[in-house]
């Protein structure tokens, strides 16, 4: 079977294969088929594309149609004829398709292949589509202009992305040409960003961190984009490491911001040697992570209400030695780190964070807790190992969201029988203490999993241990448990992990 196009091109069906032949010599096979064009006159604006290229990622279309061969032969020769009837419109075939031929004629002499060749690549690159523009680069069609050329093309192209105005496709497009021999993309990269961030577009910026265009902005350029730029200024004065942009806030050692928008949002000062706390934060209204661990921070201004926004907040290994009243006003803080510090008492207003799920109060100097603790309804986590506690706090025991609670390290001699109360708890650990014995109502802890025992002074069971349901890991190494302790054989051939 065999179709002539013009004097020129011709194709053929070959083991059921269409085969574009060019001057008499085989060259491109053709590989799927997206689209019959019809013969009669035909505009790519009726179905709402510009070229074919496109129409696979509009239409959803699949890979290719499943036709039989002869049908599909003549779909491709109608489309080849009308390419050539439209003066070798490349936008009416798949480009690896339209330039490769067109390119061919070019070497064969065809005068309007010539003619058009210039414009077509221009025309196409300066549609703006992506998949395009990365074709005619990487296939090296573009070495055929000169710089002048080359220029206009890249202005038309700019001036398109304009008209479509959609900043993540004109950034894509930039971005892609900054590794080629385009020395106006970068600059022009640079001021749609910064345009882009100063009007506070939060998924505009989480594109530009999610494919790292970000990285185009050197640090002022970036600062002059924000909100709180002389804000940080000033802090970067106070800390002796320079801040970082990141991603995502981070509560490790690394110090930066991080941001949405054009907003600073998360702020980390760890390590930075601070020995009162920055009052230029207060400025940073939308504030909603902050970490300054690791310093020598003594107080906590009672300015600390400002900062009603904070989720998370970090001020662990510190000297810190009382927290404020005005504690009470951080209404949508959810994670609290006070571990390490020096702390003796907790305010009474403490109990109004109903927000907080995670509270870490490990390694200070706490002997008892206010009894308005026991309003954190949604607490989940508390952590109160290493501290000065004679007596189990039993303010404790009525937080019933409580999953974790972990007492190690203090000087409990007993735990009372309402820690039966606390039915969502999965994890104890009261190791390192001087109990003696523990509560018949330690059975009533129907969630619980891992219960730690480690260096107690206990020297039997209640027999309630084993109506714990879910328990699978039960620490009671010590030198005080002996083999006569039946209870633990019994929770052992359940196989729970017993460590003894």
């Known amino acids: 079977m065999e179709f002539q196009v013009n004097n020129l091109i011709t194709l053929k069906l070959e083991n059921n294969k269409t085969v574009i032949y060019i001057d008499e010599k085989p060259f ?4 799927c088929l997206y689209i019959d064009i019809p013969t009669e006159k035909f505009n790519l604006d009726s179905i709402g594309i510009s070229s074919v290229d496109e129409l696979r990622k509009k239409h959803d279309l699949p890979f290719k149609y499943h036709l039989k061969p002869e049908t599909e032969f003549w779909a491709h020769a109608s489309n080849l004829q009308v390419f050539v009837e439209n003066d070798y419109d490349t936008a009416l075939l798949h480009s690896n398709i339209a330039f490769p031929i067109l390119y061919r004629l070019t070497e064969t002499g065809d005068r309007k292949a010539r003619k058009v060749y210039k414009e077509e ?37 700019v001036l398109s992305l304009s008209k479509i105005k959609n900043k993540e496709q004109t950034i894509s497009v930039l971005g892609f040409l900054c590794d080629f021999d385009f020395p106006k993309a970068v600059n022009d990269m640079k001021i749609i960003i910064q345009k882009e961030l100063k009007k506070g577009n939060e998924i505009f910026s989480k594109f530009l961190f ?27 004065h106070n800390v002796r490491d320079e801040l970082e942009l990141h991603e995502e806030f981070e509560s490790g050692v690394n110090p930066g911001f991080s941001i949405k928008g054009n907003r600073v949002t998360g702020l980390n000062l760890c390590g930075g040697l601070l020995k009162t706390f920055p009052k230029e934060i207060f400025e940073l209204k939308s504030l909603t992570n902050l970490n300054l661990s690791q310093n020598q921070l003594i107080s906590l201004p009672e300015d600390l209400k400002y900062l009603g926004l904070l989720k998370n907040l970090f001020l662990d290994f510190n ?34 964070l109903k927000s907080l799920i995670s509270l870490n109060l490990s390694y200070n100097r706490l002997g008892k807790l206010p009894q308005t603790i026991e309003g954190l309804e949604n607490l989940e986590e508390l952590y109160l190992d290493g501290n000065r506690f004679l007596i189990f706090p039993k303010a404790v025991t009525k937080l019933k969201s409580l999953k974790k609670l972990t007492l190690g390290d203090n000087r409990l001699t007993a735990i009372p029988e309402c820690i039966g109360n606390l039915k969502s708890l999965t994890e104890l650990n009261l190791s390192i203490n001087q109990l003696e014995s523990l509560p018949k109502s330690i059975g009533g802890l ?26 699978e890991v039960l620490n009671v190494r010590s030198g005080k448990v002996t083999s006569h302790f039946k209870i633990l054989d019994k929770l052992k051939g359940r196989k729970i992990r017993v460590y003894k």
């Open 28 to 31: 491109i096979l053709c590989k």
């Open 121 to 157: 690549v221009g025309k196409r690159f300066s549609s703006g589509y992506l998949p395009v523009i990365k074709f005619l680069c990487e296939e090296s069609y573009l070495s055929d202009l000169n710089n002048e050329e080359k220029g206009i093309i890249y202005d038309n192209l």
């Open 210 to 236: 999610k494919y790292d265009y970000i990285r185009y902005l050197d640090r002022y350029e970036l600062l002059k984009c924000l909100e709180s730029k002389d804000v940080l200024i000033k802090i970067q």
């Open 319 to 352: 000297n810190i030695r009382t927290l404020p009243d005005s504690v009470e006003n951080l209404k949508n803080l959810r994670r609290l780190n006070l571990a390490s510090n020096k702390i003796k008492n907790l305010p009474d207003t403490m109990g109004e």
């Open 446 to 471: 129907k969630s619980l999993k891992i219960l730690n025992l480690f260096q107690h002074r206990i020297k039997s069971f209640p027999k309630s241990l084993i109506d714990l349901p879910c328990l």
